[in-house]
């Protein structure tokens, strides 16, 4: 489910699965099975799929994990997120500029 959510945002986009499994470090074949649902994808690459795809990492999560929250610690979480979509984003946006960097 995860899977067909990333899909479907990376269409709406009209972007590559080479462009994004480059941009979060992995190769194309192992990214096409996360979109397949055949492989777990890491938090850590969820992540930074949602930074690439610039989207809330919320948007690729089904509607019962997207509205969880932290036990007794619900006011962290606006925050713990915003630092996890900044960090992942950061990381993408060199790995992206190290790519153009190498193209030309």
């Known amino acids: 489910m995860i899977g067909e959510k990333i899909r479907e945002q ?9 462009a994004v499994a480059y941009a979060i470090g992995m190769s194309q074949a192992a990214y096409s099975k996360i979109e397949r649902g055949e492989t777990e994808v890491k938090v850590s690459h ?5 930074a ?3 989207i809330s990492v919320y948007n690729l999560l089904p509607e019962a ?3 969880g929250t932290f036990e007794g610690e619900y006011l962290l979480k606006p925050l713990v997120v915003k630092l996890k979509e900044l960090w992942y ?3 993408v946006k060199r790995r992206m500029k190290h790519m153009q960097q190498k193209d030309q």
Not at 10 to 15: D, G, L, V
Not at 46 to 50: F, W
């Open 65 to 67: 994990m997207a509205s």
């Open 89 to 91: 984003g950061w990381l």
């Open 52 to 54: 690439f795809l610039e």
């Open 46 to 50: 969820l992540y930074s799929i949602a």
């Open 10 to 18: 990376r269409e709406m986009k009209k972007i590559s699965q080479y």
